[in-house]
């Protein structure tokens, strides 16, 4: 979650975590690439570290249009390129690192017309390419039972099934097109929050920029996409900022460092792969006083690392890693 700097050296924000990455990965070297680079926060960090290059993904063509200004400094050691981080190996091979900070930038949240907040009014789009299904898509042409299934699955909003009654028949009278619009729409059919509660409106707009810019699926795939991509003795480092992140991480690394246990002890012991990977802790690191004091935002932040070994990559099974699965999606894309 860096914001946008105006040189490599400083910046109005500090990446999230990015003082364990460096400890946990030092010293560092070789190349690196970072999934989500955003404003740069955590490539400047690994360039400025002693990373002989890294390789900078983001599907947002707007960050790079941002980086101009300081990019060129660090020369043919920066390589940036517009893609998803679910094919990051096809972006680099043998590489030393990889880092992958989820969800959505600070630099989205602040710019009401990308439509990724209700703080600020603006159009309901939540996409981090700029291209393809948009939020406003999703929430006027989705069946009922489908958008209760979004708000529920991805969202984790109990009243899922009375918003998404509550959005149809509102969009019946007229679109719903802007971001407050769906905001007071939400907030409609819950109870006055309490305070220092968190907006009625959040879990709704979680679950539907997940949908819009399909992140579990892509989480899922940019971790494998790491295993393949990583030379033995690499470092995989993610930064989530919500539980069912943070559990499909998790999960993910004890299934590839294996960990997974039997489901009954009575039963013959499982045949077990060779792990792929060797976690730095099994325990998710958090912000520390001076961080939380630095960047509020950081306090649901949680890093997990873990170093590559010479085993063959292999697939997962989303379901054991727990990543939420739709039972309908009637959106067309």
Known sequence: MAAAAT????APHIPVLIRPILSAVAPVRGVWLDGTFGAGGYTRALLDAGADKVIAVDRDPMVFEMAKSWAGSYGDR????????????DYGADLDGVVLDLGVSSMQL??????????????????????GTSAADIVNEAAEADLADI?????EERASRRIAKAIVKARAIAPIETTLQLADLVSGC??????????PATRTFQAIRIAVN????????????AERALAPEGYLAVVTFHSVEDRMTKRFLQARAGGEANANRYAPQLEREAPAFTQKSRKAVGPDAQELEENPR??????????????????VDRKKIGMPILTKHRVSR
């Open 110 to 131: 602040d710019q009401a017309d990308r439509g990724f907040s209700f703080m600020n009014d603006g159009p309901l789009d939540m996409r981090m390419s700029q291209s």
């Open 214 to 225: 399909d992140e579990y699926g892509e989480l899922v795939a940019g971790l494998e996409a």
């Open 298 to 315: 950081s306090r649901s932040a949680k890093l997990r690392v873990a170093q590559r070994t010479d085993a063959a990559a292999a697939p």
């Open 7 to 10: 040189s490599p050296q400083t």
């Open 190 to 199: 819950l109870p006055r929050p309490k305070p220092n509660q968190s907006h």
């Open 151 to 155: 708000i529920y699955q991805y969202g």
């Open 78 to 89: 920066l390589h940036m390129v517009q893609g998803t981080f679910s094919k990051l190996d």
